[in-house]
């Protein structure tokens, strides 16, 4: 079983659009960050981690060719927005994608998909369907199998997850103490570290890297990047056993 980071971008991406910084203008492959998602690949099935806009590209890029189930984190555009293409699922399977969430992000997806939930008002064959299911405490997808839990986003609570030694925490700015006792002998942590500067509602990176210490991960991989970030000169000041990730990262999972 394995992990890849589809995306490690913040909400505005890498490059930004009218930044001419050295990171948005970087020849490095690994500063070009598109907004966050991860697949995550069993034997058999795969679990998708949240539907950012440039979800097509993301799967066409890594040759994903399934995904069984979507799990949203929480519903902020850069988190959802690329749900339409899972259309292309629904096509190669003919059933609805199970769509995993909290109650109140599922309702944004009826909300802001309203027109994969009613009648068709004229003859289409683009539609996407999905099959709403509210998260619990774990999501099983064929041979994969999640354990959820809350972290806070600012205010917000919005789900984690752990997969055997991994575990993703993408847009959190605080870990509370059942969460934490979740991330304890982890073989990798992904975890956000949007900018060098605090944030009210993401881990910067003085805080993730004291997070990362405390958690004791052996390998941790910071997500959720802005062009704050120059991949190489980064990793080469980060602590051992933490690093950047990049897009199309592929981290291996131990159970």
């Known amino acids: 079983m394995e992990a890849v980071i589809l995306g490690c971008g913040t909400s505005h991406g890498v490059p930004m659009v009218a930044c001419d910084c050295p990171v948005c203008t970087s020849n490095d492959p690994r500063n070009h960050r598109t907004r966050c998602s991860v697949a995550i690949l069993g034997e058999k099935s795969t ?22 189930a979507v799990l949203i984190t929480h519903s902020h555009a850069d988190h959802i927005m690329g749900l339409d293409d899972v259309r292309r699922f629904n096509e190669l399977t003919g059933a609805p994608m199970p769509l995993y969430g909290q109650s109140r992000a599922l309702q944004d997806v009826r909300r802001v998909f309203q027109y994969a939930f009613e009648p068709p008002t004229q003859e289409s064959g683009g539609l996407p369907s999905y099959e709403l299911r509210e998260a619990g405490a774990q999501v099983e997808v064929g041979d994969v199998r ?54 009210p509602s993401h881990f910067h990176l003085e805080k993730a890297v004291e997070v990362a210490k405390a958690l004791g991960a052996r390998q941790t991989y910071f997500t959720h990047l802005s062009h704050d970030y120059d991949y190489e000169a980064t990793c080469a000041e980060l602590p051992g056993g933490i690093d950047l990730a990049y897009d199309g990262l592929k981290v291996p999972i131990q159970p």
């Open 47 to 68: 679990l998708l981690v949240d539907a950012p806009p440039e979800l097509r590209l993301q799967l066409v890029r890594e040759r994903i060719r399934r995904v069984d």
């Open 146 to 199: 999640a354990e959820l839990f809350e972290v806070l986003h600012g205010k917000l609570p919005v789900l984690a997850l752990r997969v055997g030694d991994f575990a993703y925490l993408t847009d959190v700015s605080e870990i509370g103490e059942p969460a934490w006792e979740r991330l304890r002998g982890l073989g990798t942590l992904v975890m956000d570290a949007t900018r060098r500067a605090p944030h």
